[in-house]
């Protein structure tokens, strides 16, 4: 049997890229996004629109909302 540094082997899969299945996601209407992202302290949401388009709400430093 070989010996395992445990440490080691933690740090290296922190760094381990998980895929996520974007179809376990419901779309979403980006006017819903939208009222969620101004009640939160979050800079950016990620989320699919109804034409299954992968999409980006940010707020920006001028008090507006941008979208990818």
Do not use: C, H, W
């Not at 979050?42 to 699919?48: A, D, G, N, S």
């Amino acid at each position: 049997a070989q010996d395992v540094d445990v440490k080691e082997v933690t740090l290296e899969m922190e760094d381990e890229i998980v895929p996520v299945e974007l179809s376990l996601y419901k779309p979403r209407e980006v006017e819903d996004v939208l009222s969620e992202l101004k009640d939160s302290d979050k800079l950016f949401e990620i989320f699919i629109d109804n034409e299954d388009k992968t999409r980006v709400l940010y707020k920006r430093d001028d008090g507006r909302y941008g979208l990818y």
